[in-house]
């Protein structure tokens, strides 16, 4: 056990700083994501403020509130993303700290008993006797050579628990950084909550003071923000000739919604809405190729196509992707993950796909229920 206590010292001294150089890039890269959503809705309440009131200001300051309200949303799952790398590298920082502090106690232990020994072998000068009985001078050069290495292990021992000293005083100063970010990030987090709160509260009394008839022109104007025939006129030409999932056609049916553990919420033609749980997993419904992927410059959400032979299925509103256009996707592939959206009259969060179909022929009528019926 001795003889591995060098190795696992200098394995505490070399392995943490690459660790704490790793989980350091994460935590900036996650400031940097959540500056940029601050800023974006900073922006948004200028814009909101610079709104006259009247009845298509009313209409605009509703869906700007309600874009703002899925950006709030989208600000807290980033900062609790921060928040949880800046816990893990709490935990982490104190399980190194505890083990140094193990290891420099082992060490300051072997060190101690070798000076009691060489003290004792000192008093009755043993090691005078140690290199007199020697049975030649090669043996006493053998010996005099181990007293030596013995005295530099000595040294090398004091050096050690001045370095394992220093770096756990050097764990100590960054873990209580750490906790104090943590404290931060939670005190932000707390008043994020309350700006959501306050959002929604706002977006509430404007909905309020707009009549049936404006209500659902605003419902119009969003149902047109979701539709993406313009998209897929273009990508039809991409289609041409793909040979992924090309056993696809109009009467395929029984397939899995496209979200794990998701539920229907309004068919309407060739779309479908589909909610489920936050971070819910949205995969493809058949096996395709990714033909395209673009991010909804109203909601900064992705919307990912896939070729299925000469079809198309659409999948909006995604809070990230795990694919990349050109991919090849089996069945059941994850594509990404289900993103938030805000109803603008009822400014209630829910997690939202919204899924289309479209065949190669335009002309052709092809519902998404009959898809998914069994």
Not at 251 to 264: A, H
């Amino acid at each position: 056990m001795k003889r591995l206590l060098p190795l696992l010292t200098f394995t505490a001294l070399l392995s943490v700083p690459c660790a704490t150089a790793q989980n350091n890039r994460k935590i900036e890269d996650q400031k940097r994501v959540i500056a940029a959503l601050e800023k974006k809705i900073a922006n948004e309440e200028a814009q909101i403020a610079r709104l006259k009131k009247g009845r298509a200001a009313s209409e605009e300051r509703v869906q700007r509130l309600a874009h703002q309200i899925g950006t709030r949303n989208q600000l807290l799952d980033e900062t609790e993303k921060q928040a949880d790398l800046l816990r893990a590298e709490i935990a982490r920082k104190d399980s190194v700290a505890g083990n140094l502090s193990y290891v420099l106690e082992q060490t300051r232990t072997q060190y101690i008993a070798m000076v009691r020994e060489a003290y004792r072998n000192y008093r009755h000068h043993n090691y005078l006797t140690y290199i007199f009985s020697s049975r030649s001078f090669s043996d006493m050069a053998r010996r005099l050579a181990t007293l030596r290495a013995t005295a530099a292990l000595r040294e090398r021992r004091l050096r050690d628990i001045s370095t394992l000293a220093h770096r756990i005083r050097s764990e100590q100063a960054a873990l209580a950084a750490r906790k104090r970010s943590l404290d931060s990030v939670s005190r932000q987090l707390e008043a994020q909550r309350r700006d959501l709160e306050n959002d929604a509260r706002n977006a509430r009394a404007e909905v309020a003071q707009l009549s049936q008839k404006e209500k659902n022109a605003l419902q119009r104007k969003t149902a047109q923000q979701q539709q993406l025939d313009a998209a897929i006129s273009k990508l039809r030409k991409l289609t041409k000739g793909n040979t992924a999932g090309a056993s696809f056609s109009n009467k395929t049916s029984g397939l899995r919604l496209p979200v794990e553990r998701g539920r229907v919420k309004r068919y309407k033609g060739n779309m479908a809405e589909i909610t489920g749980p936050r971070g819910a997993a949205v995969v493809s419904i058949y096996e395709g190729k990714v033909v395209e992927i673009k991010r909804n410059r109203i909601t900064d959400k992705y919307d990912v196509f896939v070729a299925h032979g000469e079809y198309i299925t659409s999948y909006a509103n995604l809070a990230a992707t795990n694919v990349e256009k050109g991919d090849r996707v089996a069945k059941n592939a994850r594509l990404g993950t289900i993103g938030a959206t805000v109803d603008p009259l009822t400014l209630e969060t829910e997690y939202k796909l919204v899924f289309g179909i479209y065949p190669p022929d335009p002309a052709q009528k092809m519902t998404a229920e009959r898809c998914f019926r069994k």
